[in-house]
């Protein structure tokens, strides 16, 4: 089996010794790819041994080899052994190897089963913890201090999502646009450009964007605006014609109006309650 490619992994063993510390990250991977073939190792790695699945994976288990969609996790308990992969196709998948008194502390304490397949809706939590304890352990001045609060991060991330797997679920595209929405509230985006943005219809984009957010995607985009305006109108070196305009507002009589719906007070008003160093 052929290792296709990665975007980060680390790896740290030495053969046959084994650190006594309350925790030791050996090896992170994440969103390795790997080419058809199965990973088979009956010794395991002398350590604890989490991975998720992206892409549909088989796991030899109760004796056979069994199939499981992508999103599928799994954590080896300390010594036991490995079998895992996709014998037909490309497979791709994120991990961690780990061991230690305080890990198995945090295991207990958390309540995070070992040796049971498990399933995740929505894997970005667990990937950017994983990414920050890689660039934590590959510095030359890495700290346990800072790598145990990452590490017990990650454990209560698996938890919440392992106990309400579609609690915290959206669609990759949808969670992408919303960042994006989020990082540039002043642009007064459609309903049309969000959709063709988003690959979807926009009848079919805003039933949605409603179902995952609670709200329709206008009223989301609004809100963004006049959040941002009400925060620029603590700045006294614009007028709140600039404001309404930086913040995408088509004149200063429409942004009065939809300011004074909202927050329930003229922008001007506003910003003599709150800009004179009372409470925001």
Known sequence: MKNLSFSLKYLHYVTGVREAAPLRISGVGLREAMSPGRVERPAGTRDRFLVL????VELFRRGEWESYPAGTGMLWPDGAGHFYGNSDENWTHSWLHFHGTEAERLLREIGIV???VFHFS???????SLEKIYREVTRSDASDRIVLPLFEVLLRELKREISHPAAGFVPETLRHLKIRLDAAAAIP????????MSGYSSSHFAALFRRYFGVAPGEYCRELRLRRAAYELLNWNFTVSEIAENCGFSSLGRFSRVFREHFGMAPSQWRKLHGSGSSF
Do not use: I
Request: charged share 45%; proline share 5%.
């Open 53 to 56: 699945f992206h892409t549909p």
């Open 114 to 116: 070992d040796d049971e």
């Open 122 to 128: 929505d894997s970005g939590e667990m990937e950017r």
């Open 189 to 196: 985006w459609s309903v049309e450009e969000l959709a063709r």
